[in-house]
Structures are given as C-alpha cells and as structure tokens.
C-alpha cells in the first residue's frame, strides 16, 4: 500500500501517543537532550535529500532555498532550544517564593503546509521532542511522501537514543472528517496548524487548544533615508527565496516619488521586470482566483519566467521577479493582497504619512498581527512605522523572509510557525519555539504582602471609604 | 527483572528495574504465557519498577485482555509509574491501595 492512500484508525493512533506521553514524562533532562540531538543531526544530515523530495513532489520552489529552510528548522533551531531546560525545575525565584518546573503537554496534532513540507515537520518534531511531547504529523495531502519520510529520519534517530515508541507518529492521505477527529479527540493536548486560513479556523473551531498562524500581506517601506541598492537586494533576495513561498515575504513595495526611479532602475538591474497596466491585467488573471478570493496555485512557488509565460507576457527568460504598479488596496487589486510567489506590488507615494498610511492598509488586507519590514536609517521614523503596524515582526533593513523566521538576520527565535497574535486570530505574536509547548507549573511559597497585612481591612466593607483613600492608607509607611 | 509467585487463587508477577523495550522484549513471551496458563487472578508488582517502556504498557494492556474483566491489577506502584499509568488512560489497572 502506498503512503498516499494509507488509511489509519484515529483511535489506534491517539492511544499510542497517549502511551507515548506516558512514558515520556519518566525522562530526565540529559536523556531529552540526547534524543533531540540524535533526531537534529538526522534531520540535518537528510537536509538536501529531503529538500529535493520536496520540490519534486509538490512542484514547488527551488531546492537549494528548501536546504536552507531544512538548515533553519535542524540546525538553528537545535542551536536554540540545545541548552533551555525543559524538563524538571526550570527557574527558581527565591525572593519572590516561586519555582517553575517544566511538564509536557501531552500529544500533539502538527499539521504541516506544502509550501515548507521537510522544514516545518522537522522543527516541530524537534521542539515537540525537546518539551517531551508526541506528535502526531498530518502532512498536506500534496506532500505525504516527503513528509513522512522527514518524519520517519527524525523517528527513528530518536529511537536509536531510547525515545519512547510512537514518540513521532505520521499519517498518510488525510480526510477532513479524520482530521476533525483528531482535532476534537479527548487526548489531544494541542494543535501546532501551519496551513490555510481554513485548516487554522478547523483548529481552533476544535475545542482542542491551537497555536495558528495567521495568513501575511507584508509591506516593505522603503524609506528616503535607506540604502537603496542594499534594500533592493534584500527585497530580492527575500521575494525570490524559494520562489516567494515564505508567508513572510514582502507582498508590497512602498516608496516615496522622490526615490522612486532610483529603486525601479535598481530592480530593473537585478533582473525584475515592471509589469504595464495591460500585463499586470493579465498576471493578475493567472496570480489571483477571484471565484475564491485567494491567489492561484498555478503560481505559488512557481519561477518569475513561468508565471510571465502563464500570463502570456514577453518578459525576458531570466526574469527574477515580475513587479506590479499599483494604485490602491483591496478587492479590486488582486496583486495587493498575499502571492506566494515571485510578484510585488508596488506604490508610489508622496511622503511618510502617505506610505504609513498606505502600508496600514496592506498591513490590514489579509495580513493583520503577522510581518511588516522596512528600510531606514531614520530611527525616528522607524519607531513611527513601528507604532502604526499591526505585526508581530517589525523588520528593519531585513529581507523579510528570512528575517521574520528568525536566527539568520536577527535574533529572534527560529521557528517556522509564526504568531500573529490576536489580530490574526493566534494567541501570540511570537516565534513559536519549545518554551511554547510546556505546561509550567509553579510552587508558590508563602511571601505575605506586608502593605495588605498592615492596612485596615475592615475599610474595605466602609462604604463611605472611596478608592482614593484605600490607596493612600495602603501604600502609607512605605 | 521479573518473577512470579502462584497461589490456586492468584498469579503475582513481580517485576524489577527498569522495564524498557529490551527489557520487556526478553520477560513479554513468558509473562503473557504465565498470565494465560493462571486459574485465578494476575497482579503486577511494580514496587521495584523504576522505569517503563510502551511495551510493557502494551503488556499490561493484554494481560487485562487476557485475564478477563476484573481479574487483572497493578499492584504497588511508586508515584512516577503511577503518574505513568494516569496519563496513559490506563488508571483503572491500577489497584486500589
């Protein structure tokens, strides 16, 4: 039976991960480790195999970035999380009477998106592994075969280090009524969902507790005070990396009029190609199903010269990326919203309160809480940019892709689930990493409050005792 | 790492140690064996249990198979296995203590 069409018993699968998590609460800190480490070096040691399975199954992307991508959630991930304790007492606060200890969650259902399909199984396998956690991967339908085997690398390396069995369990093909069983089952301590908008809202819909993602419509501001042919070549090396399928990669140029033959011959340099009102008509046919409101498939993770040749444009064959002049946001201009692919919109303005302006609006077109980016020296305007956003990641003179995951470009956590928090329906804005998926519990030791010990407490039932002077007398003999 | 003690009423199966996969792997045929052969009741002993694997879960999971509704405990179990069971769903094989 191939692993596309394998079938699997919900209830089979969430008692081995019950048994699973059983086991794994008798692990002690230094025998965690050794397992994250032996699956780490597995995983990293399979980075260009599974890279490479990777395009060839989905047909997305470039290898080479996917290595990368395979790189970060191994490597640099394992280099985060290698000395954080997990297990046991992990802080101590001996003024303040509390101590944290560390408790796994219990199973946990991964759901794993085509567009990073090695990657993002391997970073969750490894922060599930390091928090003593089982996890359950549900590979996107597209993406069953390399999937489960970066799962099965991750496995079996754990295994060799005595990681409790089914510690890593995969599924195959995947209806929706399986996954909603799995979602909802009484077992399931949580859902990691990478995916769609609609696979996230399943999730959280679940009753089971979730960390989503939310979806990105980045907007780079590039600002009259930056370098603009470092910006440039950021923005190129962001939009182009894996042929744009980085949730977090720039959506949107916005520049100022003064600057902006300077950035569109800078663009032009590199090979990007400015589309007319006629060819971005025709791309946004190809980029954009506006039956369903979201960008096409036939270009996600597609190369520039592909998604020309699709729109029947005449764009040179080493074309890196097809730039779309704009005028304003929203339903009627499909190319200012999220394409996972090698395409920008761009917009010309004529100061700062007109690009921040105009980057609220991008923010706020389907990319609420998640990544905004900009390039300045202004530190000033950067700060003013900053306060008008909704994102969880302000990047600053970052190619965004690879900035907003963290480790390469700055030193947020490396992760391949990104919190957008409230305004992308996600309970954090952080990089999810281990620390996300621990239960702390914490021994409060009695510290009596001395001001609440020495003030009069029979005030309290003094109607005539307002709040004022509750505070003054509270505080008194401080 | 494990033996047995029968009475006309009661197979007690007194494990030790640590109880992992090659632990169990080398004692499953024998136990299940001794369980299915008993009369009368099974109880485990884990007093001396420091550590178990999912096979000896699994093991105990066809041991209560085996031996019939009601006829199947854990017996003296030290707080981390006990925690082990709790979170395993397998609560109602432990014995009341």
């Not at chain 1, 182009?240 to 569109?264: H, I």
């Not at chain 1, 329906?425 to 621990?438: E, Q, W």
Request: net charge negative.
């Amino acid at each position: 039976m191939d692993m596309e069409s394998k079938r699997f018993d919900v209830e089979e699968v969430m008692e081995r991960a019950a048994l699973a998590a059983a086991v794994f609460s008798q692990l002690d800190q230094e025998h965690t480790d050794r397992i994250v480490r032996a699956a780490y070096l597995a995983g990293f040691n399979a980075r260009v195999r599974l890279a490479k399975m990777a395009c060839e199954e989905t047909g997305l992307g470039i290898w080479q970035d996917k290595v990368i991508k395979n790189v970060l959630a191994t490597q640099l991930v394992y280099e985060d999380i290698k000395d954080e304790k997990t297990v046991g007492v992990i802080g101590e606060d001996h003024e303040r009477g509390i101590v944290e200890i560390a408790q796994p969650l219990g199973p946990i259902l991964a759901v794993a998106p085509v567009t990073n399909p090695t990657s993002t199984v391997m970073f969750k396998i490894l922060i599930a592994l390091k928090t003593r956690n089982p996890i359950l991967i549900r590979p996107h339908n597209r993406a069953i075969r390399c999937s489960s085997e970066a799962a099965r690398i991750l496995y079996e390396a754990a295994l060799g280090e005595d990681a409790p069995e089914d510690c890593v369990q995969w599924l195959g093909n995947t209806s929706r009524e399986e996954t909603h069983a799995l979602m909802s089952h009484k077992r399931l301590a949580l859902i990691l969902a990478t995916g769609g908008t609609g696979l996230v809202k399943s999730a959280y819909s679940s009753g089971t507790p979730a960390i989503g993602v939310g979806a990105g419509n980045v907007p780079v501001y590039i600002e009259r005070s930056a370098d603009i042919p470092f910006a440039v070549k950021q923005i190129l090396i962001s939009k182009t990396f894996d042929n744009g399928t980085v949730c977090a990669s720039e959506q949107a140029v916005v520049t100022e009029r003064a600057l902006t033959g300077q950035v569109m011959a800078e663009f032009q340099r590199r090979g990007a190609y400015f589309l007319n009102e006629e060819e971005t008509r025709k791309v946004e046919a190809v980029a954009f199903d506006r039956e369903q409101g979201v960008m096409s498939m036939d270009v996600v993770g597609q190369p520039a010269a592909h998604i020309a040749r699709l729109a029947g444009i005449e764009a040179p064959s080493d074309v890196t990326l097809l730039i779309a002049p704009q005028k304003k946001v929203g339903k009627g201009y499909p190319l200012s919203s999220e394409i996972l692919a090698p395409i920008l919109a761009y917009y010309v303005v004529e100061g700062l309160p007109e690009a921040i302006n105009l980057c609220i609006e991008l923010n706020y077109h389907g990319g609420i809480g998640h990544t905004v980016s900009i390039f300045s020296n202004d530190e000033e305007v950067i700060r003013q940019f900053a306060a008008a956003m909704n994102a969880g990641r302000i990047l600053v003179n970052t190619p965004s892709s690879q900035g907003a995951v963290g480790a390469i470009y700055n030193r947020l956590a490396p992760s391949l689930t990104l919190g957008c928090g409230t305004g992308g329906k996600n309970i954090t804005t952080d990089n999810i990493t281990a620390r996300h998926l621990l239960n702390i519990q914490r021994i409060a030791r009695r510290r009596v409050n001395e001001e609440l010990e020495l003030f009069d407490k029979s005030l309290y039932l003094d109607e005539s005792v307002d709040a004022a002077a509750v505070e003054k007398l509270y505080h008194r003999n401080r | 790492m494990v033996r047995f003690e029968e009475t006309e009423t009661k197979l007690l199966v007194i494990f030790s140690g640590k109880l992992d996969t090659l632990a169990c792997q080398a004692t499953d045929e024998q136990v299940l064996g001794r369980v299915r052969a008993a009369s009368g009741t099974v109880e485990f002993d884990l007093a001396e249990v420091e550590y178990v694997a999912s096979v000896f879960l699994r093991i105990c999971l066809q041991t209560a198979k085996a031996a019939g509704p009601g006829r199947f405990s854990v017996v003296r179990v030290n707080p981390v296995v006990k925690k082990v069971f709790m979170i395993a769903g397998l609560g109602s094989l432990l014995a009341e203590e």
